[in-house]
């Protein structure tokens, strides 16, 4: 949305307030429901992995929010703000909390957070500075070169998890089938997938359609994963 293409289609703005209020409505059901609604009772998810999923759905809400109110309510006049200021959000907020939920997803240890927002913070002085400096250079291309090379790394570091995970279901719960490894996976690409849609769009009305259908599949998925994923015992 940097040229906000998308404030003067009506059908995108329903789709797009209406992905906003499906994460709204996930979140909810990931915190204040008891019951499985797809498996039934004999499935216990974990606590972590729904407060960390509800997190990151309060944040792809917030988001939503913010790149409407900060582009029509406030600064709307000043495109280069505006810009650097909801991608440092994003940065900020849905790249950890993703970060959150994939690391939750593996349940044989306890992998911290705490790293990966270390090396997230230079986004925020990145973007400071483009302020300051009214460059899109330090503002947008700096920031955005480092986050994939972050992602880069985060995603080789997570295979080398998987693998780790997958080990310890065979040693520990060889009768469980194993599809949470590889769709744990398949969730990282997906999410990358998003990113570079909706950070390289340059105010496509298209690839923002597109962005807002693929979000649609990962909070599904989300929820689906959160909910059929076994809660296992730890050593």
């Not at 792809?60 to 505006?82: E, F, Q, T």
């Not at 997803?105 to 705490?114: A, F, G, I, N, T």
């Not at 295979?159 to 995970?165: K, S, V």
Request: charged share 15%; with cysteine.
């Amino acid at each position: 949305m940097y040229e906000y293409r998308g404030l003067q289609d009506m059908f995108f703005m329903t789709l797009y307030g209406g992905v906003a209020f499906f994460a709204v409505l996930a979140c909810l059901y990931l915190l204040l429901r008891r019951g499985n609604a797809f498996v039934g009772e004999e499935i216990k998810s974990s606590r972590r992995l729904r407060r960390w999923t509800a997190a990151l759905l309060v944040a792809m809400a917030a988001s939503h929010v913010w790149w409407y109110v900060i582009g029509v309510y406030w600064l709307a006049d000043d495109w280069l703000v505006r810009t650097i200021t909801v991608i440092m959000f994003d940065h900020a907020t849905l790249v950890p909390l993703a970060m959150g939920v994939l690391l939750a997803l593996l349940q044989d240890s306890y992998r911290p957070l705490w790293p990966w927002l270390v090396v997230q913070s230079p986004v925020v002085v990145f973007a400071v500075e483009g302020i300051n400096r009214r460059d899109m250079f330090w503002g947008f291309e700096l920031p955005h070169y480092w986050q994939l090379a972050v992602l880069a790394v985060f995603i080789t570091y997570y295979i080398y998890a998987l693998w780790q995970y997958g080990r310890w279901l065979l040693d520990n719960y060889a009768d469980l089938e194993h599809k949470e490894v590889w769709q744990s996976l398949v969730f990282v690409i997906v999410l990358l997938a998003v990113y570079v849609i909706y950070t390289s769009n340059a105010g496509e009305l298209m690839r923002e359609y597109l962005s807002q259908v693929i979000s649609i599949v990962i909070i599904a998925f989300l929820v689906w994963r959160v909910e059929t994923l076994q809660e296992l015992e730890t050593d």
